[in-house]
């Protein structure tokens, strides 16, 4: 049932229609975020949440809604990822110091409830925004998620808040499409993993390839081809992604029709980031917001989602979701 369809069902109709939300735009963020620390020297840091409250601080955002994430309950978690996984994260979340649970991710006394934090923040903005209180919304919280899969931490991620959020408006708001656009430079490959047999969620992404983690070539289709893969070359830059959006992005989400759009807007194939060699600025990504929001407008009004990935130079991250958030605003 698209939004642009006919009359919604139960789960829905508690959403006001035919009207605009008082506030456009809402972010949602949590101090525990914070708490989750990691080695010295580790590209995904708590420098990254505070270089983005202080852009977000300035007075170009003063019309911004902001509210507090909630912890996630254990059932939306469990949607995605099996009890025994979560207790085990529980589990091994030390009292002090710091646990590795793959070569790159690590634990600390923070990170639990950081992470039930992050999903949390996507599961509240999915209900603000399907509900109509605000159009759209951008969660600016970490551990990041697209890397995690149904039963494995990895790649900075313990749980995927994107498909967490998705699962949820199907679960309580009856979303029967659900698409979630990855432009993070290193391919989603928990997100593809979790829904590659899902009929209900498209997944679409660019990255850069070959990349860590070595998945997201373009004839990963899925069971029912709704996997989207363009990746990029190392080298390419801002036209080279317009055209991958062009040609194999905008067309296909166009067609699926989605209820609600999720993005995973990781900023490292900003042109500064040190982990990837993709040369985007922040024009690009405020060009593809853009793009992505007029396609959410034809198909269920403008409902959007976006949850903080990847994005390691500060100074690339700040410029980048500041011009995400512009345009989530339509400035």
């Known amino acids: ?120 923040g996507g599961v509240f903005a999915v209900d603000e925004v399907m509900t109509g209180k605000v159009a759209n919304a951008f969660v600016s919280t970490r551990p990041p998620g697209h890397h995690a899969e149904t039963s494995t931490a990895m790649g900075f991620c313990m749980f995927n808040n994107a498909a967490i959020a998705a699962r949820h408006a199907r679960a309580v708001y009856g979303a029967e499409r659900v698409a979630i656009m990855d432009f993070d430079v290193h391919h989603g490959n928990g997100t593809q993993d979790i829904f590659w047999s899902d009929p209900s969620v498209m997944y679409l992404s660019t990255h850069e390839m070959p990349l860590y983690p070595g998945t997201g070539a373009a004839n990963e289709t899925g069971a029912y081809n709704q996997i989207v893969n363009a990746p990029l070359a190392a080298g390419d830059g801002g036209s080279e992604f317009r055209e991958a959006f062009d040609i194999v992005i905008l067309p296909r989400l166009r067609a699926w029709k989605p209820d609600l759009l999720i993005i995973s807007a990781g900023f490292d194939a900003h042109q500064r980031d040190p982990l990837a060699n993709i040369n985007l600025t922040e024009v690009d990504f405020a060009w593809a917001t853009k793009r992505l929001m007029e396609i959410a407008d034809e198909a269920c009004g403008g409902r959007v989602v976006s949850l903080l990935e990847g994005g390691y130079d500060l100074e690339g991250l700040g410029r980048s979701v500041a011009a995400h958030v512009m345009a989530l605003m339509r400035g």
Not at 10 to 21: C, L, Q, V
Not at 32 to 53: A, K, S, V, Y
Not at 93 to 113: I, K, M, N, R, W
Request: glycine share 8%; net charge negative; charged share 25%.
């Open 1 to 120: 049932m698209g939004c642009s369809g006919p009359a919604a069902s139960a789960k829905t109709r508690g959403r006001p229609t035919g009207r605009t939300p008082l506030v456009t735009t809402l972010v949602v963020s949590h101090p525990q975020c914070l708490e989750h620390l990691t080695p010295f020297g580790h590209p995904e840091r708590p420098d990254r949440l505070r270089m983005i409250t202080h852009v977000l601080e300035h007075e170009r955002f003063s019309d911004l809604a902001r509210d507090e994430a909630p912890l996630v309950s254990i059932d939306a978690i469990a949607r995605v990822h099996p009890t025994d996984y979560i207790e085990r994260l529980d589990n091994a979340t030390p009292l002090l110091g710091l646990v590795q649970v793959d070569g790159d991710t690590t634990l600390s006394p923070g990170s639990f409830e950081a992470a039930r934090r992050s999903a949390g």
